[in-house]
């Protein structure tokens, strides 16, 4: 008898620890992961702020137009303070809150009344959801997992009764993630469907939601971004099949969630899936944000509902699902993470080789990007955060405002390999002359390249049909050198390919190519003083493309006298 209470006493923290233990086991991959762009955002705008600012905006009644979210933004800054780069530490927290949030789901369905059986069946769908794969891989994700750990101690403090703790946890929940305006909902079908229908409780977590739900339309109706609210049913409907098809990775496929109440006819089985409903209803108006993580919050309610239906006369069912369900999780966790880790591969050393550059050269204020793997606004609070100086100004090569950078006196051209992993950096400093020739390669001085250029490919560069340089003549010039990249493919299309060149608006005549293979051609040229030359290649027929092409070219410019 006092064997059998005792493994009643410890089998369900034993089960519950197994969920656990295998999540850890299952997503051990993550810590191998590296930080994405909003990371570095996240990192650099939060190191700024005192902590005491962060705690004084965290019980703030105003909704900030930023998407400032003072509770995801206290994580980072501590992180930061605690952890610096350091990668797996960030998994780890990001983890341990996951985890504590499938602790605190089972808490709230044994407090529900569900049976063992039952609360294991609910967290045991909440801790394996790929749908919400980014969630356990991402810490830029951790304003949806604090949005759930409060959502969560928010409904258990109601259910035993503890109003003002409740009432600061639902607060903590808005701070993290604007989705929790929709917990007075949640906590009004609580009440009505399986409580005593006390409503005058309810009345400060409708004040708090109403105060904030009526800034932030007032705040969305000054904005037009990703963040705006759509309220037209086309938009509504786009979006509830797009979290149908991503619920169970399988297209449509949640929308059986809303037969669940008639499979398990109790009043938990409707709260469950009402509850699903309640939370995702503000992902609905926001198509612009469609992310499947976004599920996260709204997959309490979606717990709840399949506890209940383990509870019922569906048990066999569920353990039929569950046996076909993980395998398919399983399966989507190893393609998500294939994925995840090849791109982390990338941006790890690249991050790695940009601090170096970034400090080896301090005083250098302006960036410009060749194949970054990470956005210009990630590189640059990545530089902010090595240097930890003013802004740099940083801009991607392809870019429509490139040009803003290739015209400061002073800048470093980084260039990565994803081939070799490697970073090239191109120093130009105040008092830097033009060269009088260019060569395709990683040593170009893009900054002489001026319009109608598009990106280096291998050692040549296609041009617009007119494109646009600067050269410094030298006083010795004898002659102009272009050296093109004619494939089989180009002459075959073109026939035959026409150049003109102009220096300083002058041409100094034309050339035709007329077979395939690299070429080059020369124009004898007239004594004239060194200088700036400004030249221009006019070509012709333009090659059919999307934008239509001029010539490859591999390198052009004066060749001096011996």
């Not at 999540?23 to 990371?39: M, P, Q, T, V």
């Not at 604007?178 to 609580?190: F, N």
């Not at 990683?442 to 050692?459: C, F, I, Y």
């Amino acid at each position: 008898m006092v064997r059998s209470s005792l493994a009643r006493h410890w089998l369900p923290p034993i089960l519950l620890a197994a969920v656990m233990g295998l999540f850890l086991i299952a997503n051990r991959g993550a810590y191998k992961g590296y930080f994405e762009s909003d990371d570095f955002n996240n990192l650099n705008f939060t190191r700024h702020i005192d902590t005491s600012e962060f705690i004084g905006h965290l019980f703030s009644p105003r909704v900030f137009s930023n998407n400032f979210r003072p509770a995801g933004h206290l994580f980072y800054h501590w992180m930061y303070q605690a952890a610096g780069l350091d990668y797996v530490r960030y998994i780890g927290a990001i983890h341990f809150l996951h985890l504590a949030n499938v602790l605190f789901l089972w808490l709230l369905l044994r407090k529900l009344g569900f049976d063992l059986a039952a609360s294991l069946a609910g967290a045991l769908f909440f801790a394996f959801q790929m749908a919400v794969f980014d969630a356990y891989w991402k810490p830029m994700y951790v304003f949806d997992l604090l949005c759930a750990t409060f959502c969560l101690l928010s409904l258990l403090a109601y259910l035993y009764d503890w109003l003002i703790p409740s009432l600061i946890a639902f607060l903590l929940a808005f701070r993290a993630k604007e989705v929790a305006v929709m917990l007075p909902v949640v906590l009004a079908l609580y009440e009505f469907l399986l409580h005593q229908k006390r409503w005058k409780r309810l009345v400060p977590f409708f004040v708090i939601s109403l105060v904030f739900g009526i800034q932030a339309m007032l705040v969305n109706q000054s904005r037009d971004n990703d963040y705006s609210l759509r309220f037209s049913p086309a938009t509504i409907w786009n979006c509830i099949v797009f979290y149908a098809s991503k619920l169970f990775l399988i297209p449509y496929a949640g929308f059986a969630v809303l037969v669940l109440p008639f499979l398990a006819r109790g009043r938990r089985s409707r709260f469950g899936v009402a509850v699903f409903c309640i939370l995702l209803i503000p992902m609905l108006l926001l198509p612009g944000r469609l992310y499947s993580v976004y599920l996260y919050v709204p997959l309490i309610g979606l717990a709840i509902a399949l506890a209940a239906l383990t509870a019922g006369r569906m048990a066999i069912v569920i353990a039929v699902f569950f046996a076909v369900w993980l395998p398919w999780n399983y399966a989507n966790l190893r393609w998500n993470r294939r994925a995840e880790l090849t791109a982390a591969d990338i941006r790890r050393p690249y991050v790695a080789e940009l601090a170096k550059v970034a400090r080896q050269y301090p005083e250098v204020p302006s960036f410009y990007l060749i194949r970054a793997p990470l956005g210009d606004g990630a590189v640059r609070d990545a530089i902010q955060l090595f240097r930890d100086g003013a802004q740099p100004i940083v801009h991607d090569a392809e870019a429509f405002n490139a040009r803003e950078a290739l015209n400061s006196p002073s800048l470093l051209v980084l260039e990565w390999n994803p081939r070799f992993g490697t970073l090239h950096a191109l120093l130009r400093l105040p008092g830097t002359d033009d060269s009088s020739s260019i060569t395709m390669d990683p040593d170009t001085p893009v900054w002489q390249l001026e319009n109608g250029w598009r990106a280096r490919e291998s050692k040549y560069r296609w041009t617009a049909p007119t494109a646009t340089a600067r050269l410094q003549r030298p006083a010795n010039a004898i002659r102009f050198e272009l050296t093109a990249n004619i494939s089989p493919l180009y002459i075959e299309t073109v026939r035959v390919s026409h150049v003109e060149v102009f220096l300083n608006g002058k041409s100094i005549g034309a050339r035709e190519f007329t077979h395939a293979g690299w070429q080059t051609v020369r124009w004898d040229l007239a004594p004239e003083p060194a200088g700036p030359v400004e030249v221009k290649f006019n070509t012709s027929p333009p090659y059919p493309a999307d934008p239509p092409l001029g010539l490859a070219i591999g390198g052009f410019g004066f060749v001096p006298h011996n």
